[in-house]
């Protein structure tokens, strides 16, 4: 008040009624913006976050435009089956490594040898891509709510039954010593010995016919679909086995080193039409940089096979089927997928680091002793797809034919052989171990983790 007091009683007098004026102005001014702030501050501080979402942080690899919330989800779920071709447009746009947002989660697709699979030795733990992992707030809805809940509940109820019906039933044989020769035999000594109960165990078993039978299969499919459309790869496999094998006996796993172009044949299968276009998603477990980069933990890393197998730079002409790329490179699909080269390796398809595939020798063994007896004679379109994350040919009509009958003769006899003295005449399973065949190698021994 000191400085208003020396005026004027007359002029003060108003002064002093204003300047009480403009305090209590500012006093309700001040109290407004406390209480809009007040209000404001817990929805802006409840939406910045929500804003974030779907956005690209500037130290990320680059990628393709966001939108707020869902980031590039849209891109990606209209895919359908060509999600690969996608995938491969965007490595083709933005170079060796680029990242995607999906809802909360950020995916780093790498797209060549060298910077996909020393980074991808790295990662460790897996990862998924349902939307309640990509919006883990959703996990807070009721159940009945949360988007896909019940139906994968469901599917896992029923994955689960058929795993366990299959395995107990294997365990009762084995334990009753009416067991057929199986890997579960193994599988029975190490839940001995390392205590773990019936649902791990059925999976273990459940899990291992999953990852074999159908990448398998599919790959096989790629491959006579490849010899349809490039006869003159399968003239040349048969000239191969002609010279080495002759009509009248069929190859064994002791041809492989005689047989350089079939086995190719198989290296280039899985080139060719890899049937997992991303491998396994992987995810960062720390803070990682990676060209500049940041690669944040919890990142998923994703491998895009379809890419690198399918560039240009690395295999010229790459939708051309040519076993020769492999003569020179004949070391075994685990050999290759172990390789510190990662320039070299002919396969990327069996993932990388730790977790890589255990079958490559199963499959390797697969594909070459079942490609040899293809033979085709429609020319079916090569990029017709079908499939997600694992692909194969869309449905094509094929004519396999015996080249003569006394080839046709031989197969029928080997197989009738096979049924009469190896096989179970109900089961179609062997009832003895095959002479020479390395079997029951599980040793008790504690791993510490
Ligand atoms: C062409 C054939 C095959 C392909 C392309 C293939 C591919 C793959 C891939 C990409 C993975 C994931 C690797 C990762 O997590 O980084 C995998 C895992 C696995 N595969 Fe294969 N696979 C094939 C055949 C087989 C066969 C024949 C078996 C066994 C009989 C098998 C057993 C497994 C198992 C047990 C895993 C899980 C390994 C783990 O998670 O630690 N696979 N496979």
Redo the contacts with the bound molecule.
């Keep these: 008040m000191g400085v208003f007091s020396i005026s004027t009683r007359a002029t003060v007098q108003p002064f002093i009624v204003n300047t009480k004026a403009v305090v209590d102005y500012y006093n309700v001014y001040i109290m407004t913006v406390t209480l809009v702030l007040a209000i404001i501050q817990p929805i802006v501080s409840i939406l910045h976050p929500l804003l974030q979402v779907g956005t690209r942080a500037k130290d990320l690899p680059p990628g393709p435009p966001t939108l707020p919330l869902i980031g590039n989800l849209h891109q990606i779920s209209g895919a359908g089956d060509y999600g690969h071709r996608q995938f491969q447009k965007w490595a083709e746009e933005y170079g060796p490594i680029y990242s995607l947002i999906l809802g909360t989660k950020t995916f780093i697709v790498l797209n060549t040898d060298t910077v996909g699979f020393k980074k991808w030795t790295r990662v460790v733990s ?1 990862a998924s891509a349902q939307l309640l992992d990509l919006y883990p707030l959703l996990r807070r809805l009721p159940k009945f709510l949360a988007p896909n809940y019940e139906y994968a509940r469901e599917l896992h109820k029923k994955e689960k039954e058929l795993y366990r019906s299959h395995w107990l039933a294997a365990k009762e044989r084995i334990i009753k010593n009416t067991a057929r020769p199986c890997f579960c035999d193994d599988l029975l000594k190490a839940q001995e010995f390392e205590k773990f109960d019936d649902d791990q165990a059925a999976y273990i078993a459940g ?3 999953e ?3 159908n ?2 299969a ?2 096989l499919q790629g491959f006579v679909l490849a010899m349809m459309v490039f006869p003159d790869v399968q003239k040349r496999a048969q000239q191969e086995l002609d010279e080495v094998v002759g009509s009248g006996r069929l190859p064994t796993m002791d041809d492989v080193a005689d047989l350089p172009y079939v086995h190719a044949c198989a290296k280039e299968s ?1 080139r060719w039409m ?3 276009v991303y ?2 998603p ?1 995810a960062t477990t720390v803070d990682d940089e990676y060209m500049g980069y940041r690669i944040p933990a919890g990142a998923s890393v994703i491998p895009n096979v379809w890419y690198i197998t399918q560039d240009p730079k690395r295999t010229p002409h790459p939708r051309v089927c040519d076993p020769t790329r492999h003569m020179n490179n004949l070391q075994s699909e685990f050999q290759s997928a172990k390789s510190s080269n990662v320039s070299e390796r002919h396969n990327f ?12 020798y ?2 390797e063994r ?2 070459f002793l079942d490609l040899w007896m293809k033979k085709a004679n429609i020319t079916p379109d090569i990029n017709v797809l079908r499939g997600g994350a694992a692909i194969a040919p869309a449905p094509f009509k094929v004519i396999i034919k015996p080249r003569s009958k006394e080839r046709a003769d031989l197969i029928c006899g080997v197989w009738a052989d096979t049924e009469a003295n190896v096989l179970d005449p109900e089961a179609k399973e062997w009832k003895h171990v095959p002479n020479g065949m390395v079997f029951g190698t599980y040793v008790p021994r504690r791993v510490d983790v």
Excluded: D, E, N
């Design positions: 897996s899990s291992l016919l990852a074999g039978f990448t398998t599919s790959t899985l890899p049937p997992m491998a396994a992987h398809v069996f993932g990388a680091g730790r977790r890589l595939c255990q079958g490559t199963i499959a697969s594909l």
